[in-house]
């Protein structure tokens, strides 16, 4: 069972709506949490980095939360924009890193 | 990418054969990793190098060997591709194993077709 669970698999969404997207792990202790946003064709690229001590981290419309409690992350994305469309990644680093599948955002005219 | 390359970006190859997939970096990072993408599975780590000579065994590393003879090269070896090595292949760099410097910086993929 993967350590790194993300949800929904997919979502569809229109262009300027907000839209929330899950992690939940169970490694345990971390040392980091990150979520990567994967264009299509392209590697993943680092959006957030959290420590277990720190509970939100924006990166302009890109706002990542976490409750180190419930073992659970969020990323929010605000006024979504056609850009945005690509593949969400969590990520747990715990010595190594834990990849989750990540969920597949499309966002429409 | 971050000054990561990957090559060839695309290759298609039959059941058997030996393959090669090369990762060059200008960024003088230690640590190279090669992880496989697959449909419905998170990156999985094959190989990680933490230093010149110096390699280490990831999660599914069976069918796959390593090289890194120069800081900037990393080489990924199938030795006898098999169907199951289909897979979009990722080189990564970082400064450190540990703490925030493990970002890992990707490379932009490489697209193996095993006939």
């Known amino acids: 069972k993967n350590q790194v669970e993300q949800s929904p698999q997919s979502l569809i969404i229109l262009e300027g709506k907000n839209c929330t997207l899950q992690?939940?792990?169970?490694?345990?202790?971390?040392?980091?949490l990150r979520w990567y946003k994967q264009d299509t064709g392209r590697g993943p690229v680092s959006l957030t980095i959290m420590t277990f001590s720190e509970n939100t981290k924006s990166n302009g419309r890109y706002t990542a939360t976490l409750d180190a409690d419930t073992k659970q992350s969020s990323l929010h994305i605000t006024a979504s924009q056609l850009s945005d469309s690509a593949s969400y990644i969590c990520?747990?680093?715990?010595?190594?890193?834990?990849f989750g599948a990540g969920t597949r955002l499309t966002v429409k005219p | 990418d971050a000054g990561i390359t990957q090559s060839p970006r695309h290759k298609v190859t039959e059941t058997g054969t030996p393959v090669t997939l090369r990762c060059h970096q200008t960024e003088n990072h230690r640590y190279m990793y090669w992880y496989r993408q697959d449909p419905g599975h998170g990156l999985r780590l094959i190989h990680y190098s933490y230093g010149v000579k110096d390699t280490d065994k990831g999660e599914v590393s069976d069918g796959y060997s390593v090289s890194r003879s120069k800081t900037e090269d990393f080489l990924l070896t199938l030795e006898s591709a098999t169907s199951s090595q289909t897979s979009v292949y990722f080189c990564?760099?970082?400064?450190?194993?540990?703490?925030?410097?493990?970002?890992?910086?990707f490379g932009p993929g490489t697209r193996l077709t095993v006939l």
């Open positions: 990520v747990v680093s715990a010595g190594d890193m834990r």
């Open positions: 992690c939940n792990y169970t490694v345990s202790p971390f040392s980091n």
């Open positions: 990564a760099i970082s400064e450190s194993e540990t703490g925030v410097l493990n970002e890992q910086f």
